[in-house]
């Protein structure tokens, strides 16, 4: 077989998992809860089993949790989408984007890209023809975009622009500034916003989750993609969503339906009757936001350095007072001699720009968080 993707080996999420399972380390690496989703939710995945329910979805997503999304997005960001033809649920955010890349691009076609990226987006703009054009971020700058920067990467054959917030691996937040740029720089082209909203409730010190959708210039040309997994400690469902204007829609169920068709049925009736409580989904911030600080805390007193998470499970840690080592090696090492196993961020960066940092992911029991920072002191 001759290769579509020569430069494509196993994702840094299961080799980190992998080594961790093989050393026994702490495994924070890979993004995951190591704790159960609410047994509120079980019961209602197994209460729609038992009543049937284990045929294929409508194509677009169920009806109630069209519905009950449509009514969140509009209750909390006052933006406002028709479940009929605005809102299509997916098999995942990762679905959501690589379903968006199929229905937009044509060969040739460029979409800018923030590195680090998270690791799909790329592949999902290649294999779709299109070609990735990066703009790096870096520690020196705080991860902050330089929207100027961002303009002279703009052709004639830009189709779109890939955003992240709160950002994986950096947990940046976009700022209403970000976004007033952004629409300076895209007012009077066709260029499309595909945005990954996944840590959208996981936002922390009180700030405000903005989407490029909630600009309103932004709006009409915006992919909202989100997940089901982050917010109710269930990764292993595979549930998203892709909200979009109804021209938008159009082209995404399209793809959609050739990529999955639908998704799984039970878990969509779950989610519906679950969000019907707000506080369902509300309530992760604050978990999150003292497990950070908890994390954090425990840290104190190590050399790494660090500023506080703004969003996502993830944080990232300096170590350049410890080692000047890549941090793909140090990664391994530690994982195998300290017992903890994270993510080297420049795994992220097309030319694996190094900035000596690591990832950790939070969304762990405490016990797990307070023996790994332990061990973490004592470099
Ligand atoms: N989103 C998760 C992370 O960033 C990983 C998902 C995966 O393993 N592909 O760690």
Redesign the pocket.
């Known amino acids: 077989i001759t290769s579509k993707q020569p430069n494509v080996g196993t ?1 840094i ?2 080799v980190m ?1 992998q080594l961790a399972a093989e050393t026994g380390a702490l495994n924070l ?4 809860p190591n704790y159960n989703c609410s047994p509120k939710l079980i019961e209602l995945v197994n209460h729609y089993m038992q009543k049937g329910m284990n045929q294929y979805a409508p194509m677009a997503g169920i009806m109630p949790l069209r519905e009950i999304l449509a009514q969140k997005t509009a209750d909390l960001y006052n933006l406002h989408y028709h479940p009929n033809d605005e809102i299509t649920i997916v098999s995942g955010c ?1 679905e959501a984007i690589y379903a968006t890349m199929a229905a937009i691009l044509h060969k040739g076609d460029e979409v800018i890209v923030f590195e680090p990226a ?3 987006y790329v592949p999902s703009i290649e294999l779709n023809g299109g070609k990735a054009v990066y703009v790096t971020l870096t520690a020196e700058n705080d991860f902050t975009i330089n929207w100027e920067v961002v303009k002279s990467k703009i052709t004639e054959r830009t189709k779109a622009i890939m955003l992240t917030t709160p950002h ?2 950096t947990g940046k937040c976009l700022t209403q500034d970000d976004l007033n740029k952004l629409a300076e720089i895209v007012r009077d082209t066709n260029i499309f916003i595909v945005s990954d909203e ?1 840590y959208e409730h996981i936002i922390f010190d009180n700030r405000q989750h903005l989407s490029p959708a909630m600009h309103p210039e932004l709006k009409e040309r915006t992919f909202l993609c989100g997940s089901f997994g ?1 917010t109710f400690h269930t ?1 292993g469902w595979k549930l998203g969503y892709c909200l979009a204007p109804k021209e938008l829609t159009a082209e995404f169920r399209k793809t959609h339906q050739w990529i999955t068709f639908a998704s799984p049925t039970p878990m969509q009736y779950a989610f519906a009757d679950f969000m019907k409580d707000p506080n369902n989904y509300l309530s992760v911030r604050a978990f999150y936001e003292e497990k950070r600080n908890k994390f954090i805390n425990w840290l104190k007193g190590s050399r790494f350095t660090w500023k506080p998470a703004e969003g996502s499970f ?1 944080q990232m840690v300096s170590y350049n007072q410890i080692t000047d080592e890549s941090d793909y090696d140090l990664a391994v090492r530690w994982t195998k001699e300290i017992g903890v196993a994270s ?1 080297p961020i420049s795994v992220f960066y097309n030319e694996r720009y190094d900035n000596k940092i690591l ?1 950790f ?1 939070f969304a762990k029991d405490d016990e797990t968080l307070e023996k790994a920072a332990e061990r973490l002191c004592k470099l």
């Not at 690496?29 to 995951?32: K, N």
């Open positions: 994702t999420f299961t998992s690496s890979q993004g995951f990762t998270y690791d799909s994986n691996p996944v982050k990764t993830f993510i990832r992911c």
